[in-house]
């Protein structure tokens, strides 16, 4: 069957549009790309009552999605994770009402899966022969299940010192894996280079426009998962903000289809003390992050020193009313424990550091003991074990 999928897609920067039907990286101002679409024409059939029965994955949301041949939809079953209510962490944290997101129960243990199931469905509808990405871990193993399952050769490159059980994936699943003595920003420059010798397409984090749109139907869940509404703070582990600026396009696209009023959330941001850049940023109130120099976090998914999405994380943090902390690698790891022990999830310390987040969000006041939040569990605590705290 065939989709309308997107009309264009849209320079994040400038405004400037471009044809959808290509394959195609950054805008021409180096800026993040995003897919549009025909949001009235859709209106009247893509309700909550239309998608209500629908498969119990990510593909339910088809109509916001880009693939246009179905035919091309790369599935391993990802999406639809439970929302998963957590009385007991509410009540430790003195917070009205916790959901835990658990994205650990995604293929590949981690919610890479919705972006790169997006990114290779696109690439492979589109004639991409080859695909790469620079990776701090889960996004390359995503990238190899999603390439194996598609048919398509998969090179990811990535830290020499990313967790084992993440590498041993990326090898099982057939993907060409280099280790990198260095950190992911390095790792791109090793795929750029490919790039231009061997004509692979790059799936970096929003250097090409999918993957977002994968990632972004995690905003259309929790409303639905919520029974039509929206919770009053949403908790994130942020590294390249894919997830971030994913849901906050679907906050506005749900507008536009009426499913939502001019309400949000308030957005929060986490990342962990050895690497920073958009809490640095949020505090000093810059519009964009600078670099942070010697990234060091054992949250492989935190250890992002430079974002290119970094002015659209800010702008929906300061548009939201919410904001960004840093917190320890050590607090993390204690938070995995104690979230086991009261929620039955073995959380990545990147689920675990959304929690340590919240009394220092109480303590500013940006979150208030009657708020409803969801804390997102990005990933499973199954693929860092061996793994101890940098900090
Ligand atoms: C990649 C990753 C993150 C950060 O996600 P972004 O959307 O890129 O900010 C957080 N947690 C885990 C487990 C990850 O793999």
């Known amino acids: ?88 962490t509410a009540r430790r944290l003195g917070l009205a009402r916790v959901w835990v997101k658990d994205e650990g129960q995604n293929p ?39 390439g194996a399952a598609a048919g398509l050769p998969v090179h990811v490159v990535v830290p020499k010192d990313t967790p084992i059980p993440i590498l041993e994936e990326i090898s099982a699943l057939g993907a060409d ?7 992911i920003t390095d790792c791109g420059a090793i795929v750029r280079r490919g790039v231009e010798e061997h004509g ?12 977002v749109e994968g990632k972004k139907t995690m905003a259309y869940e929790l409303h639905e998962q919520l029974g039509g509404r929206l919770p009053d703070a949403i908790v994130y582990p942020t590294g390249g903000g894919t997830g971030l600026i994913g849901m906050w396009k679907a906050f506005d696209e749900m507008e536009a289809l ?30 964009s992050a600078e ?21 659209l994380m800010l702008r929906a943090l300061r548009a939201s009313g919410g904001g960004a902390v840093a917190v320890s690698d050590a607090a993390m790891a204690e938070a995995v424990q104690w979230i086991g022990a009261d929620t039955g999830v073995f959380a990545a310390p990147e689920g675990g550091a ?27 605590g199954l693929k860092y074990v061996g793994m101890s705290p940098s900090n």
């Open 1 to 88: 069957m065939k989709r309308p999928g997107a009309t264009h897609l849209e320079c994040t920067w400038t405004g400037h549009t471009i044809p959808s039907e290509q394959l195609v990286g950054l805008s021409e101002a180096g800026k993040p790309l995003f897919a549009r679409y025909d949001l009235d024409a859709i209106k009247a059939t893509f309700t909550p009552e239309a998608v209500a029965h629908r498969r119990a994955d990510l593909w339910r949301y088809a109509e916001v999605l880009p693939v246009r041949d179905s035919a091309s939809r790369v599935c391993l079953g990802e999406g639809w994770t439970p929302l998963l209510d957590a009385p007991r």
């Open 108 to 146: 590949t243990g981690s919610f890479k899966a919705r972006g790169l199931c997006l990114a290779v469905s696109r690439a492979l509808e589109l004639g991409a022969s080859a695909v790469a990405l620079p990776s701090a871990g889960n996004a390359g193993s995503a990238a190899a299940a999603y």
């Open 177 to 183: 894996l280099q280790l990198i003595d260095g950190l």
């Open 200 to 211: 692979w397409f790059d799936l970096s984090t929003l250097k090409e426009p999918y993957r």
């Open 258 to 287: 009426g499913w939502i009023g001019v309400e949000r959330p308030k957005m929060f941001t986490v990342q962990a003390d050895g690497c920073a850049p958009v809490v640095r940023a949020w505090e000093t109130g810059a519009e």
């Open 291 to 311: 670099p942070w120099q010697n990234a060091t976090t054992y949250a492989a998914g935190l250890r992002v020193p430079s974002a290119v999405g970094d002015f």
């Open 354 to 380: 959304t929690a340590v987040a919240v009394p220092r969000l109480l303590e500013l006041g940006l979150l208030v003991p009657s708020d409803e939040v969801v804390l997102f569990n990005t990933g499973s």
